[in-house]
């Protein structure tokens, strides 16, 4: 059965540091994998999305990479800023069985 | 401007009374969802549907029901919520033209079930 583990759970940074949070999940038969944002209370606004023949994807200050052999995900994050602070949620979408299964999240802090 | 969207965002029911979710998105996507999410266990899927009269049970199926007879519209229906269906739900879509792409989410509905 497929599992997606993320960590750390929390991550409290100064403002301007580069941050990788990291996603890792145990089957490699995966379609695709999403990176998602929540701010508290809201719903989830899609950041990037890797198909499985592709090793990252860019977009603005977020890079997020794909190594499907070893299970692993990593969203890259560059000069953060206070306005990054949320949860971000890993999904894959798992082949075969055409369901999504999401990790439990990195809560993040960026400090001013 | 394309949207998924939910009705109603909050909800407070009593136990056993039947209620439905609604659903509908405008961007003439194949693939619908429903999850629920509850702290510490993160978002897990109910249902999906990849087209019209396709529908298939998520990981945590048990208690709840949905229908897809347009291609808009995805209810979820609880026949008689429990406490322990108290959580927040989210519906998505995307498109699915072979294969999946990415997934858009709606604001979600805060369900309390006392």
């Known amino acids: 059965k497929q599992e997606v583990t993320q960590i750390p759970a929390a991550l409290s940074v100064p403002e301007g540091e580069n941050l990788v949070l990291n996603c890792s999940f145990t089957?490699?038969?995966?379609?695709?994998l999403q990176w998602f944002r929540q701010d508290p209370g809201k719903g989830l606004t899609s950041l990037l999305l890797?198909?499985?023949?592709?090793r990252e994807q860019t977009s603005g200050r977020l890079n997020a990479s794909l190594d499907k052999s070893s299970g692993r995900s990593t969203l890259y994050i560059a000069a953060s800023q206070p306005g990054d602070s949320a949860t971000y949620l890993c999904?894959?979408?798992?082949?075969?069985?055409?369901?999504?299964?999401f990790g439990t999240g990195t809560r993040l802090k960026v400090l001013a | 401007e394309a949207q998924v969207t939910q009705n109603p965002r909050y909800l407070i029911t009593v136990t056993g009374k039947k209620l439905t979710v609604t659903c509908s998105q405008n961007?003439?996507?194949?693939?619908m969802s429903w999850y629920r999410q509850d702290p510490g266990l993160g978002l897990r899927q109910i249902y999906y549907?990849?087209?019209?009269?396709?529908?298939d049970k998520g990981d945590v199926p048990e208690g709840y029901k949905v229908s897809r007879k347009e291609k808009r519209n995805f209810p979820l229906i609880l026949e008689s919520p429990s406490p322990n269906q108290t959580s927040l739900y989210f519906c998505?879509?995307?498109?699915?033209?072979?294969?999946?792409?990415?997934?858009?989410f709606g604001p979600g509905t805060r369900l309390t079930v006392t």
């Open positions: 961007m003439n996507h194949e693939y």
């Open positions: 890797i198909q499985s023949s592709q």
């Open positions: 089957d490699s038969a995966i379609y695709n």
């Open positions: 549907s990849m087209n019209v009269e396709v529908t």
């Open positions: 998505a879509s995307s498109l699915f033209g072979g294969r999946p792409y990415e997934q858009y």
């Open positions: 999904a894959v979408f798992a082949s075969g069985t055409y369901k999504y299964i």
